[in-house]
Nanobody
Framework: QLQASGGGSVQAGDSLRLVCTASRGTISSHDMAWFRQAPGKEREFVAAITWKGVNRYHAHSVRGRFNISRDNNLGTLSLQMNSLKPEDTAVYFC????????????WGQGTQVTVSS
């Protein structure tokens, strides 16, 4: 139900914008989040946004560089990633669920982001 796109291979300091699309009902009725998983590491939280877009949360490691946003009318979730670092290299997943319950029922297939130094 969720499909992430926008990944790619870039140099350190570059920017990428990830987009997650889904049916309008899925996007507009759930909190949304981005997670990432690097090779050999556990999946980690990147950012989340409440269903109306009022509150946003970013992991400390990306704060000030990444920004999560959503457009419920278009049924899209975005992650603007600036000043990318090699340690940002991972597969990025979008998810829909509940921030309060820390439970996400719907997941996208992931998009690869590779940052070279």
């Amino acid at each position: 139900q969720l499909q992430a796109s926008g990944g790619g291979s870039v140099q350190a300091g570059d920017s990428l914008r990830l987009v997650c699309t889904a049916s309008r009902g899925t996007i507009s009725s759930h909190d949304m989040a981005w997670f990432r998983q690097a090779p050999g590491k556990e999946r980690e939280f990147v950012a989340a946004i409440t269903w109306k877009g009022v509150n946003r949360y970013h992991a400390h490691s990306v704060r000030g560089r990444f920004n999560i946003s959503r457009d419920n009318n278009l049924g899209t979730l975005s992650l603007q990633m600036n000043s990318l670092k090699p340690e940002d290299t991972a597969v990025y997943f979008c998810a829909a669920g509940s921030i309060r319950d820390d439970k996400y029922d719907y997941w996208g297939q992931g998009t690869q982001v590779t940052v070279s130094s």
